[in-house]
């Protein structure tokens, strides 16, 4: 298993920048996927970037071009650079480690709030 903590949350206004964090308790190379996930008030958790032990990425249509996924280096840490930022990405951000098979593991999110 991996333990995983977030950080880099806040409060913003729109048009706005924040770097999430995500520090894995363990080495993070071997690990299939890490990501970042979101959840606002009422909906759904949702996928927002993932990367690959390969280093492919992936990012949900909403955040394309302005959202940078990076990281999985010997600092066991995932990034999540987020630019223009808009009310609507305002969520509480999780951090995943995923590899198939073996565990999901989840950290315990930080929130991110952007004004209008």
């Known amino acids: 298993q991996v333990q995983l903590v977030e950080s880099g949350g806040g409060l913003v206004q729109a048009g706005g920048s924040l770097s999430l964090s995500c520090s894995a308790s363990r080495s993070i190379v071997s690990i299939n996927r890490m990501g970042w996930y979101r959840q606002a008030p009422g909906k759904l958790r949702e996928l927002v970037a993932t990367i690959t032990s390969g280093g492919s990425t992936n990012y949900a249509d909403s955040v394309k071009g302005r959202f940078t996924i990076s990281g999985r280096g010997a600092k066991n840490t995932v990034y999540l650079q987020m630019n223009s930022l808009k009310p609507e990405d305002t969520a509480v951000y999780y951090c995943?480690?995923?590899?198939?098979?073996?565990?999901?593991?989840w950290g315990q999110g930080t929130q991110v709030t952007v004004s209008s």
């Open positions: 995943n480690a995923y590899t198939l098979g073996t565990f999901n593991a």
